[in-house]
Structures are given as structure tokens and as C-alpha cells.
């Protein structure tokens, strides 16, 4: 497994009862999990006084209780800073785990020895853009949520990223991706983080199961001559590591060998130094 184990700003502190207890800066929030499976005690102080509480219903969906929380807060990430908010469906703005993907790439676009264009789509507030941005990337940064890019622009500038290469883009990933493909543009790495289910601008479908494939075979089109590395990540359970990369070995290393490499990746826990699952990523990486 891969794990997120070097934030300062973030840790899982418990998890017990469907839920975790977690701290963000210095705020405690306990949230939902559906891998958290066991009833174990709660010792923790945070529990009984956490500054906010989502409440997931049997019906679907849920609702945050607020005791002291405010409306944002940031924590920061090595030279990256990140606003959050607590906003509907249980999330905060950021997937901590994913911070061990953005210390892989990272250093692989810093060892690069010349300039890399990354593309990221389904790029949400803007974690792995700016992780890329940071190490010397120019990114592209496409999400159908205008105010999902809004809140990675402001991200951005809180980390001193305002004016990095950075293009950012509000539209449907899969219609940029075909319109790129035409333009024929070209990119050294590229990043996914595709849900499960959602609906692009014009209220277009996604279902993960029917597009992911068709989406990483077009992606494997705008790859340049010499790419660097390939990275999907997935939050839904039917999707194994396995699963992700066979799809990568079927679309890139088929065309450029390379290093094909999938795990779970997860986040350690304070109380019982277990390694929380947060679902998978697959990693493609040049072998030159």
C-alpha cells in the first residue's frame, strides 16, 4: 500500500463505528467511512467534542452538525496550502491521501532534466495541479465544476502558484480531451481522478465502469514521444488496483514500455498505527 504518511497539518487520529476522527490544522471534524467496519472503544477526547460532525442518514446522503467550525480554514502540505470548507456529500475540499502520488510525481518531474506538460483532469480544487506546479510543470487544469476551478485558482495563490504555468479549464474532461486530440496538442504526464458518478456542464453522464477505458484509450493519444508518467486514481470499490493497471498496460505501456505499478493507497492511523484504505491508484512511469 501506498501511504500518505508526511503531513503535518492532517492526521486520522480514530476510527471506529463507520466513522473516523480526524484533524484538520486544528480543527477535529468526524466524518463517514464505509471501510471502517469494526466497533472498537473511542478514547479519544475528540469524539465526544469534535468542531463539526457529518451525519450520514440511512435514506442517503447526510447533513454536517456544527459546534465550532469556521466557514473556511486552510492547512498546508510541505510548500502548498490548501482552503477547506465543509460543503455538501461529507468533503472538505481535499483528498489527503492523495498527497503520496503528488510526492511520486513530483520527484519524477523535478528528475526530468527538461520542461513537462502535464495534463489533470477531474482536477477538483487543485491538489495535484499544484503539486505539479510546484516541481516545475506546466499543468493543465480541466474540471466541469467552474467553482471547483474557482477554489484551486485561490488555492493556488495562497501557495505562491498564482502566476505558474497553469491553464484552467471548466469544461466536460472527456470533450476536452477528443477537442485536444484534433488540435493535436500533446502532453508528458497525465493525471485522472475520476468519480464514480457525476454529470459534466451540460448535464452529460459519467459512469466510471462505461468511461474510463474510452477516456484513459484518448489520453493515450495526446501522450508525446517522450512521456514521463500516467496516473489514475479511483475511489470506487469495484475498481481494483488490478483493474487500473491493465487498463494502463492495454493503452501506454503496450505503446511505450515502461514501469506499470497499482496499490491501494491509504492514510495511518494515530490510535492503532493501521493504514486506513482510501481506495486505488495506478501508476505508469517511463522507464528511461
Same mark, same amino acid.
Not at 13 to 20: I, N, P, V
Not at 38 to 56: E, I, L, M, Q, V
Not at 73 to 98: A, C, I, M, N
Given at each position: 500500500?501506498?501511504?500518505?504518511?508526511?503531513?503535518?497539518?492532517?492526521?486520522?487520529?480514530?476510527?471506529?463505528?463507520?466513522?473516523?476522527?480526524?484533524?484538520?490544522?486544528?480543527?477535529?471534524?468526524?466524518?463517514?467511512?464505509?471501510?471502517?467496519?469494526?466497533?472498537?472503544?473511542?478514547?479519544?477526547?475528540?469524539?465526544?467534542?469534535?468542531?463539526?460532525?457529518?451525519?450520514?442518514?440511512?435514506?442517503?446522503?447526510?447533513?454536517?452538525?456544527?459546534?465550532?467550525?469556521? !466557514?473556511?480554514?486552510?492547512?498546508?502540505?510541505?510548500?502548498?496550502?490548501? #482552503?477547506?470548507?465543509?460543503?455538501?456529500?461529507?468533503?472538505?475540499?481535499?483528498?489527503?491521501?492523495?498527497?503520496?502520488?503528488?510526492?511520486?510525481?513530483?520527484?519524477?518531474?523535478?528528475?526530468?532534466?527538461?520542461?513537462?506538460?502535464?495534463?489533470?483532469?477531474?482536477?477538483?480544487? &487543485?491538489?495535484?495541479?499544484?503539486?505539479? @506546479?510546484?516541481?516545475?510543470?506546466?499543468?493543465? #487544469?480541466?474540471? @466541469?465544476?467552474?467553482?471547483?476551478?474557482?477554489? =484551486?485558482?485561490?488555492?493556488?495563490?495562497?501557495?505562491?502558484?498564482?502566476? =505558474?504555468?497553469?491553464?484552467? $479549464?471548466?469544461?466536460? /474532461?472527456?470533450?476536452?480531451?477528443?477537442?485536444? $486530440?484534433?488540435?493535436?496538442?500533446?502532453?508528458?504526464?497525465?493525471?485522472?481522478?475520476?468519480?464514480?458518478?457525476?454529470?459534466?456542464?451540460?448535464? !452529460? $453522464?459519467?459512469?466510471?465502469?462505461?468511461? $474510463?477505458?474510452?477516456?484513459?484509450?484518448? /489520453?493515450?493519444?495526446?501522450?508525446?514521444?517522450?512521456?514521463?508518467?500516467?496516473?489514475?486514481?479511483?475511489?470506487?470499490?469495484?475498481?481494483?488496483?488490478?483493474? *487500473?493497471?491493465?487498463?494502463?498496460?492495454?493503452?501506454?505501456?503496450?505503446?511505450?514500455?515502461?514501469?506499470?505499478?497499482?496499490?491501494?493507497? &491509504? *492514510?495511518?492511523?494515530?490510535?492503532?498505527?493501521?493504514?486506513?484504505? /482510501?481506495? =486505488?491508484?495506478?501508476?505508469?512511469?517511463?522507464?528511461?
Amino acid at each position: 500500500m501506498w501511504i500518505a504518511d508526511h503531513w503535518k497539518d492532517y492526521e486520522v487520529l480514530d476510527t471506529s463505528r463507520g466513522e473516523k476522527l480526524e484533524r484538520w490544522g486544528k480543527y477535529i471534524l468526524v466524518r463517514p467511512d464505509p471501510q471502517v467496519l469494526w466497533d472498537t472503544p473511542r478514547k479519544f477526547s475528540g469524539w465526544k467534542k469534535p468542531n463539526a460532525h457529518y451525519h450520514r442518514s440511512a435514506r442517503g446522503g447526510g447533513q454536517w452538525e456544527f459546534f465550532s467550525l469556521p !466557514e473556511q480554514w486552510s492547512v498546508r502540505y510541505r510548500e502548498l496550502t490548501f #482552503h477547506l470548507k465543509p460543503f455538501s456529500f461529507k468533503h472538505t475540499g481535499l483528498f489527503p491521501e492523495q498527497a503520496v502520488n503528488w510526492d511520486w510525481f513530483s520527484q519524477k518531474i523535478r528528475e526530468a532534466g527538461r520542461p513537462v506538460k502535464v495534463l489533470n483532469l477531474f482536477a477538483y480544487t &487543485g491538489g495535484a495541479t499544484l503539486a505539479a @506546479a510546484a516541481a516545475g510543470a506546466a499543468v493543465t #487544469h480541466v474540471d @466541469a465544476s467552474k467553482g471547483m476551478v474557482s477554489w =484551486a485558482r485561490e488555492n493556488a495563490k495562497s501557495s505562491g502558484l498564482e502566476n =505558474a504555468p497553469i491553464r484552467w $479549464i471548466v469544461d466536460d /474532461c472527456m470533450k476536452f480531451v477528443e477537442r485536444e $486530440i484534433r488540435r493535436g496538442n500533446h502532453y508528458d504526464a497525465v493525471i485522472m481522478d475520476p468519480p464514480s458518478y457525476g454529470r459534466g456542464p451540460k448535464g !452529460e $453522464i459519467w459512469k466510471i465502469e462505461d468511461a $474510463i477505458h474510452p477516456l484513459v484509450a484518448s /489520453c493515450a493519444q495526446l501522450l508525446s514521444e517522450q512521456p514521463l508518467f500516467f496516473l489514475i486514481n479511483s475511489y470506487t470499490t469495484g475498481l481494483a488496483p488490478a483493474v *487500473l493497471s491493465y487498463l494502463l498496460g492495454l493503452e501506454v505501456a503496450s505503446r511505450f514500455s515502461g514501469v506499470l505499478q497499482a496499490q491501494e493507497v &491509504g *492514510l495511518p492511523v494515530a490510535s492503532t498505527g493501521l493504514v486506513l484504505p /482510501c481506495g =486505488a491508484s495506478g501508476r505508469w512511469e517511463s522507464s528511461r
